[in-house]
């Protein structure tokens, strides 16, 4: 993939992120149109890169977490949430498995962080835990490459 092909790459991906978040922030749910063929992309451009075994695995074992999750907490992790962590993982382990675990782990670690901050100032209520799963990603991944 040359320069210019990488840099468009970054961009979409960039823009799925903040549009992921958007949306999750306002509707409080991660639509299938979103997730899924962003995730679908992800895949692809893996295999084409030569990354797909790492992406496939990354996106599935991710997966397998939130999805186990989700079935013992509803409540605690939504099914959009679920979704999304096929092409975040697979994002995240195109880049290896010290990124994944970065993105995996600093996605809790921010919600967590958010959900005692609104703690702090009397603030109650759920947070949507998608826009962190997005940029812990996105933040993981650009250590990576930077």
């Known amino acids: 993939m040359g320069e210019a092909e990488a840099t468009l790459a970054a961009v979409c991906v960039v823009v799925w992120l903040i549009t992921l978040s958007g949306f ?35 996106g599935a074992v991710l997966f397998a977490v939130y999805a186990a999750v989700h ?5 605690a992790m939504g099914a959009g949430d679920v979704k999304l962590a096929i092409g975040l993982g697979a994002l995240a382990g195109t880049f290896g498995p ?27 209520g759920s947070l949507p835990h998608g826009p962190s799963m997005c940029l812990a990603t996105g933040a993981a991944v650009a250590l990576a490459v930077l």
């Open 24 to 58: 999750d922030i306002r509707q409080r749910r991660l639509p299938d149109r979103l997730t899924l063929p962003g995730a679908a992309l992800i895949l692809v451009g893996a295999v084409i890169t030569g990354n797909g075994f790492a992406a496939l695995l990354g």
């Open 71 to 75: 079935l013992i907490a509803p409540a």
């Open 98 to 124: 010290d990124v994944w675990i970065l993105a995996a782990l600093g996605a809790s670690l921010l919600t967590a962080l958010l959900a005692l901050c609104r703690l702090a100032c009397g603030a109650g």
